[in-house]
């Protein structure tokens, strides 16, 4: 089998990310010398991408590797998504995640039509899903869905045949949140892609949130077990006694790590390497904030090179006296998440071939 | 007189019909050996289209044509709306119209600047709408309007000396669905196009709502009027006692075409060709769903090859169990928008010239 | 010093003002043989446009000179902002205002990321401006942003690395507005750029509104003052006991300029040159409306050659029987904003060197 490849190229010119607070590992020492095995991202293309369940570690670290390159490289004069039209859907209203996909489809060239703020008639509370999904077929080339019921994919791909990105279904799954959470974390220790990792560089994931309720954080959850040759043991602080639910509870005790269910962050933040936090849990069409215990500032005893990330928005959890501090890898991870969107967009729509050959030779 | 003519060219690539549901008449098939006729078409160059009143039938039939032409021709890399911008201005919320429009214009790489959700602050309630006519002079080159005022089209155009599309105003009408309509009536019946129709081919059409408050179902029922070659009966089903009104009824009595008011569908559903549905009436701000006496379902006595219309979006008066049967047009009308959409736009905007001239060669 | 200028082309070809009710100035006339100082502008490159206080008199002139030439010149086909993406975050929302900038900018081959409608999710309340300016240091080039809160301006630029151009801060400023407002002045009577203005040719200004609480006429009274020199009086018209506040009382004293406050329009109306009007005081979140005794129609008592200028949108203090007029400099006023929000663009971004250099030459 040969193995088609990329390789890095220049920077952007037009980014300065040093200008940033907190901590910015940079992209090209975790890419290395390795090449992107197309192979395995050209599994991608067609495909919607619904859950994290459908991702391997090889998928991930090779869409993660691709997302370095495109951090690195100047690619929009290529013009990849040429004359392919994304709809951003977003029947729950956000302004980061959708502006956040439209960017990375408008540096790929790619177009947009946007439901923008939700649902706002009452006409349309009437309509169903999977006539929306079948009149999408007819409008654009693939549908990024943001939306407050869980099961909005199952009922948006009875008839989509256009690929679908799940950007947030209810209580259920937010997978490229997940891909933009573990970007950051190999940007900042390249050491974890690899197949064994040794004990002094395994790492203590803690989580503060509900997995069970909290889209990002199941969706990140569920990505962490496919790295668990580099974790030493994960912590779940949470206010909730049952904060995971019977299927990642499962999930987790198969998987081998070691972990611990906590409602005191205090009782293992002194030992934790990485810190995720989410605010947000989805309960049907309200939400609830975390707890005020579970807040993290610059005074709080975090391990000397712990880093915290954050989906955000954050609310009054996550203090900003810690931007300024090398914990702050939130900042990294959330504009990592363009270039994460990109891969992702380029490889379900099998762009690959638009890419510069200068810049990036593929190997035969 | 030197007519000038377009002849079909190759299928879209990215677009493969034959996996939608229900029923697909092949464009090519309607279109024939005809030519389109230019000096028809640009009879429309910077007009408004408010009113299906402004359409005669060889105008119905041109664009429907061309229509056709657009869905199977791959035009996009000739960038038939370069450097036009179309404001897509829905006062009155709209999710599948505004998106149809909006995918229209960026295939054939125009521009869109767009107010997607109504007026939503109280400030610009006192705003009127002549004014904003005035303003969109300055910011544009053609207007796509939906209001929940039927009047508003008068309104805006006070001052407005852009082209206007009207997209739906209040209770008046909303012409291009009736382009879309009779698209799909035309792909499905292309025998319909002909100034004589042998007896047996004319259809008995059914419309179930209200013409004289639903738009859509006004527009359908005044361009119908046009085909009334092709009409052996109209019947209108309705809760109402005059679903009518004086206009609506005197145009059908003089057209000469045979037709029965009725509050009973299954008095004429075992006749019907053509059944033309819609769910919703407005009644100013607000409106009224179809009574449940009239709804359609796979068991529903319908004719061996009777053919189902809806503007959608439904509500549960059609039933989905007709999706994946033939007497599923509604998909194919939906779908067919898009290019009677463009189609107008092309000839509004007066860009016959940028159509790729190796597939669509002009007679002289 | 080298000065590097700009001369005047050709007429846009797509634009026929003439169409236009009211009085609309020849922008070459304004122009006449002036070349255009681009060390000027370029002193604009990169920087943040919150306050009129940033500009001094040159700089507005040489804008305004530069928005003229735009009015007047073919530069679509230069793509003068090609690869650059703006984001339009309307927090507080706004239809004209918002879809003048992206119309400028599309114009101009840039690419436009929205949020059109304000903070509509309840989620969405809690995230803090700051943190939306550092997630949009990755998603754009430029921020256009409109906010309820006049500290809103203070709160995003403690994140944000991109120019931002404020287009609207909650009674605080709106820079890009009075740009607009004296870009129709100067084309109206050129005199007023000149250093030394003849008695005879300066003009009596009167104000109807309140600088202190309504931010269109705060920032129209800095830029006033920018050109005292050609103003012989200002005469401030409002309801309010102190409608100036101390800061401005204080910038009015210091210049040297005669001025009055007058709560009755009828006691200076007809020695009055030109008359800025406005409608809406915001008072925090909500606003409120001119005094009815404060109108404007075709039967006020205007000098012969009197202009009226509004921001608009206007509710009923100025009267659409004026619009047929001569006094009638508001259309001229509106259309003219998008040639000066396109001057601002192209010096911000730096994008002097894609203009046309035929139409466009530089001096060396």
Same mark, same amino acid.
């Given at each position: 089998?040969?193995?088609? &490849?990329? $390789?890095?190229?220049?920077?952007?010119?037009?980014?300065?990310?040093?200008?940033?607070?907190?901590?910015?590992?940079?992209?090209?020492?975790?890419?290395?010398?390795?090449?992107?095995?197309?192979?395995?991202?050209?599994?991608?293309?067609?495909?919607?991408?619904?859950?994290?369940?459908?991702? =391997?570690?090889?998928?991930?670290?090779?869409?993660?590797?691709?997302?370095?390159?495109?951090?690195?490289?100047?690619?929009?004069?290529?013009?990849?998504?040429?004359?392919?039209?994304?709809?951003?859907?977003?029947?729950?209203?956000?302004?980061?995640?959708?502006?956040?996909?439209?960017?990375?489809?408008?540096?790929?060239?790619?177009?947009?039509?946007?439901?923008?703020?939700?649902?706002?008639?009452?006409?349309? $509370?009437?309509?169903?899903?999977?006539?929306?999904?079948?009149?999408?077929?007819?409008?654009?080339?693939?549908?990024?869905?943001?939306?407050?019921?869980?099961?909005?994919?199952?009922?948006?791909?009875?008839?989509?045949?256009?690929?679908?990105?799940?950007?947030?279904?209810?209580?259920?799954?937010?997978?490229?949140?997940?891909?933009?959470?573990?970007?950051?974390?190999? &940007?900042? &220790?390249?050491?974890?892609?690899?197949?064994?990792?040794?004990?002094?560089?395994?790492?203590?994931?803690?989580?503060?949130?509900?997995?069970?309720?909290?889209? #990002?954080?199941?969706?990140?959850?569920?990505?962490?077990?496919?790295?668990?040759?580099?974790?030493?043991?994960?912590?779940?602080?949470?206010?909730?006694?049952?904060?995971?639910?019977?299927?990642?509870?499962?999930?987790?005790?198969?998987?081998?790590?070691?972990?611990?269910?906590?409602?005191?962050?205090?009782?293992?933040?002194? =030992?934790?390497?990485?810190?995720?936090?989410?605010?947000?849990?989805?309960?049907?069409?309200?939400? &609830?904030?975390?707890?005020?215990?579970? $807040?993290?500032?610059?005074?709080?005893?975090?391990?000397?090179?712990?880093?915290?990330?954050?989906?955000? #928005?954050?609310?009054?959890?996550?203090?900003?006296?810690?931007?300024?501090?090398?914990?702050?890898?939130?900042?990294?991870?959330?504009?990592?998440?363009?270039?994460?969107?990109?891969?992702?967009?380029?490889?379900?729509?099998?762009?690959?071939?638009?890419?510069?050959?200068?810049?990036?030779?593929?190997?035969?």
């Amino acid at each position: 089998m040969v193995t088609e &490849k990329l $390789k890095p190229a220049s920077n952007r010119p037009d980014e300065n990310p040093l200008d940033s607070e907190g901590l910015y590992p940079d992209p090209e020492k975790f890419l290395g010398k390795d090449y992107i095995d197309l192979n395995i991202l050209k599994k991608l293309v067609g495909r919607s991408i619904l859950s994290v369940d459908q991702f =391997d570690k090889k998928t991930v670290l090779e869409l993660c590797k691709f997302a370095a390159l495109l951090e690195t490289t100047e690619i929009a004069a290529s013009h990849p998504l040429d004359g392919k039209i994304i709809i951003t859907a977003f029947f729950e209203a956000s302004t980061r995640t959708r502006l956040c996909f439209e960017s990375a489809v408008l540096r790929l060239d790619g177009k947009i039509i946007s439901i923008p703020t939700g649902m706002v008639t009452g006409v349309a $509370k009437g309509e169903s899903l999977s006539d929306i999904g079948e009149m999408f077929n007819a409008y654009g080339d693939l549908v990024v869905m943001r939306h407050t019921e869980t099961n909005a994919v199952d009922e948006i791909t009875k008839n989509l045949r256009l690929p679908l990105i799940n950007a947030g279904n209810g209580s259920g799954e937010h997978p490229t949140q997940a891909l933009a959470d573990w970007f950051a974390i190999l &940007k900042w &220790k390249p050491k974890l892609k690899e197949a064994q990792v040794k004990h002094k560089h395994k790492i203590h994931l803690g989580i503060l949130g509900t997995p069970g309720s909290m889209r #990002a954080v199941n969706s990140f959850l569920r990505m962490s077990l496919l790295f668990k040759s580099g974790i030493r043991k994960i912590s779940i602080v949470s206010e909730m006694a049952d904060p995971l639910g019977p299927e990642l509870a499962q999930m987790l005790e198969q998987s081998g790590i070691s972990f611990s269910l906590s409602n005191d962050i205090n009782e293992v933040l002194s =030992d934790l390497d990485v810190i995720y936090m989410n605010s947000i849990a989805f309960l049907g069409d309200s939400y &609830k904030t975390l707890d005020s215990r579970y $807040k993290l500032d610059r005074e709080s005893n975090l391990k000397k090179d712990a880093v915290v990330l954050h989906p955000l #928005a954050r609310l009054d959890e996550l203090d900003p006296t810690l931007d300024g501090t090398h914990h702050n890898l939130y900042f990294t991870q959330a504009h990592g998440a363009v270039f994460v969107r990109q891969a992702l967009l380029i490889a379900v729509l099998n762009r690959f071939d638009r890419l510069p050959e200068k810049q990036i030779p593929l190997s035969n």
